[in-house]
């Protein structure tokens, strides 16, 4: 309950104003309902002819009278003349009129009730995905290891899907059916407290045999999202992966191991619902057997014609409207022992949702961080070290390195040597373990995240592109940016005619991944954002796998157009940049080994020489 608390206090608080109209919706619609009802008595002593006494008006107030008593014998009065006027059958006519009336009136209001909730349940639904994205983007890119993104869409589908059925399906329920409860207690206590007082004993024997049921619910329906975490992170793998699958024939086993993941969660959402399903015939029996206990009870009282110590009992027709009511009474207890299994179950979807939302994110600016305003001297590692988990291996040992304004550094090792992760470290992708990185001077952790990364642009192997236009593509770091801001970088960055000559233009849509553009092709589009960008630093991570040779020459034309006048720190394998470079770094099991110009590495006959030997740069 109290995980459910606060969960209703960080999302529920917002929609106060909905709650609130729920509220006194919920509260006219009982009271409608019990009025409705109430026709009945008049109506049964008509039919029946029960009541032959005659009736007189009291005036109101009159000593000695109890309000209840008055407005029961001024109501009796009146119908009796309304029939002596206009006879019974029309009278009958009138009171089932009333009746009508009043449970339209119910209706209205139980629909008005439902229908203030609904922006409830799909806002609280809304703002936790959203919540669960921006945490997605604020995260470290280390927080995202493969297996992990499949699981994190599983929550962000499954288990919000979980919260939203279970959780805010209740809370509708965890309003209207208190109110509904009370009000038809009070009523049941101002027909008969005596047969009220008998019922209610019941009441607790009925809640206790719904919680036994329900206790196993939360630890299955955690199973259960597990496996379905497990499912989507086969799903993700699968669609990344299609196309070694098909390479290697390897449909049926992929197909084997889903089938396997999904079929362990068909067996445990089988007991999941088995045990939900339990909930309504149970709870109906229980309501069945109370009716039965007070209808046998109270029936024996009203033949006998006096209460349990001899005192006047309720006559015939209210024993039926008390029966009425405390039938309508099971319903929201029925409902709300839903609720209670409902609850647990979301909360356990919430808790998984919650280890997203309450991840830390290692990388924490200070306090008052200081903008960097530009680059001016010098990007400076010192004994910098590094290994990716706390124990883990050391992946970078005592790296220091100077690297000027404008000048282009090589970076070159065989795989493996802690290349991608020394330049992952400069835009703090992730933190030094040892040592310090400065720009200018002043340590990369004392800067705003932002003013670090806008001195950056990044150019990968894998050129990441988003299922959007190509204009948008380019634009993608830049705000505001005009048409003949994006020309100008396609055109530097070789794309500008390729691109004229898709359907769209500008306009075309790359697909999913860029799936529609040849790989070259994907690389200027790539090399055009960050020519728009137009940050001092640039990060270039060289492809590997070659190109056509007409591809290659335009991506070679446009990066080196690109590096001009920038600081360049290159993950380099095309021998120009590696010649081009200022210096050039080798790298071997996370260590600087050598370091110098090209002709003097080969000179020195080490790592450079084996490495340029084997065309393994
Ligand atoms: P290179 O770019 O030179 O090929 P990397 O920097 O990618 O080398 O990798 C250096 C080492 O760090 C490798 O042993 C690799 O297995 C390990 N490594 C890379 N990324 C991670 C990661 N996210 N978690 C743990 N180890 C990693």
């Not at 599983?154 to 805010?168: F, K, M, W």
């Amino acid at each position: 309950m109290r995980g459910f608390l606060r969960l209703m206090k960080r999302y529920a608080s917002r929609y106060k104003r909905f709650l609130g109209g729920s509220v006194i919706l919920n509260i006219l619609s009982a009271v409608f309902n019990v009025f409705s009802f109430s026709f009945i008595i008049p109506v049964l002593n008509i039919l029946f002819r029960l009541d032959d006494k005659t009736y007189e008006f009291i005036a109101w107030g009159t000593e000695g009278y109890k309000f209840k008593d008055l407005l029961i014998n001024n109501a009796y009065w009146w119908v009796s003349r309304f029939i002596g006027m206009h006879g019974a059958v029309n009278t009958l006519l009138l009171l089932c009129g009333l009746l009508g009336l009043m449970t339209l009136l119910k209706t209205a209001c139980y629909f008005g009730s439902s229908a203030v909730m609904i922006p409830i349940r799909t806002g609280i639904v809304k703002d936790i995905r959203l919540e669960i994205y921006n945490k997605i983007l604020s995260l470290p890119i280390g927080f995202f290891s493969e297996e992990r993104k499949g699981d994190i869409i599983a929550r962000i589908t499954g288990d919000v899907g979980e919260v939203e059925n279970s959780i805010t399906a209740s809370i509708e329920m965890l309003i209207k059916d208190p109110i509904l409860i009370i009000i038809y207690f009070g009523a049941l206590i101002y027909l008969s407290p005596e047969l009220t007082i008998f019922t209610v004993i019941f009441v607790p024997g009925f809640v206790w045999i719904m919680g036994v049921i329900g206790k196993q619910l939360k630890r299955r329906s955690t199973e259960a999202q597990a496996l379905w975490s497990d499912t989507m992170s086969q799903v993700e793998e699968t669609l990344g992966g299609l196309r070694i699958i098909k390479a290697f024939n390897a449909e049926r086993r992929m197909e084997g191991r889903f089938d396997s993941v999904t079929d362990a969660m068909r067996r445990k959402n089988n007991r999941v619902a088995t045990r939900q399903a339990l909930a309504h015939p149970v709870s109906e029996f229980l309501g069945t057997v109370m009716i039965m206990i007070v209808l046998t009870f109270g029936g024996a009282l009203i033949i006998r014609g006096t209460g349990l110590w001899g005192e006047k009992f309720i006559d015939a027709p209210t024993f039926i409207f008390f029966m009425v009511i405390l039938y309508s009474v099971i319903a929201p207890i029925k409902e709300l022992s839903k609720a209670a299994y409902g609850i647990p179950k979301g909360l356990a979807s919430m808790e998984r949702i919650n280890k997203i939302l309450e991840a830390e994110n290692p990388i924490t600016e200070k306090a008052d961080p200081t903008p960097l305003p530009g680059f001016n001297d010098r990007i400076s590692l010192r004994g910098v070290g590094f290994r990716y988990q706390e124990n883990g291996k050391q992946i970078l040992s005592d790296v220091t390195l100077d690297i000027p304004k404008g000048k282009t550094i090589a970076i070159v090792g065989e795989s493996g040597a802690g290349k991608s992760t020394l330049v992952d470290l400069i835009p703090r992708f992730y933190d030094t373990t040892e040592g310090d990185i400065l720009i200018d001077g002043i340590s990369v952790r004392d800067v705003s995240l932002r003013s670090l990364r806008a001195l950056m642009g990044n150019v990968n192997q894998e050129s990441i592109l988003f299922n959007d236009t190509i204009f948008n593509n380019i634009a993608f770091g830049v705000e505001g940016a005009t048409m003949e801001d994006v020309v100008a970088a396609a055109k530097i960055a070789n794309a500008h005619e390729f691109i004229l000559e898709k359907e769209e233009g500008y306009a075309t849509n790359i697909g999913d991944r860029g799936i529609k553009l040849s790989g070259g092709q994907r690389q200027r589009i790539s090399i055009a954002r960050a020519i728009l960008k137009n940050p001092p630093i640039l990060i270039l991570d060289e492809a590997t796998a070659s190109l056509d040779t007409e591809s290659e020459r335009a991506v070679q034309e446009a990066l080196d157009r690109l590096m001009s006048s920038r600081t360049t720190i290159a993950i380099a394998h095309r021998l120009s940049t590696i010649r081009g470079a200022d210096e050039i770094i080798v790298m071997h099991e996370g260590r600087i080994v050598e370091r110098g110009r090209h002709d003097e590495l080969i000179a020195l006959g080490g790592y450079y020489k084996k490495l340029n030997d084997m065309q393994a740069l």
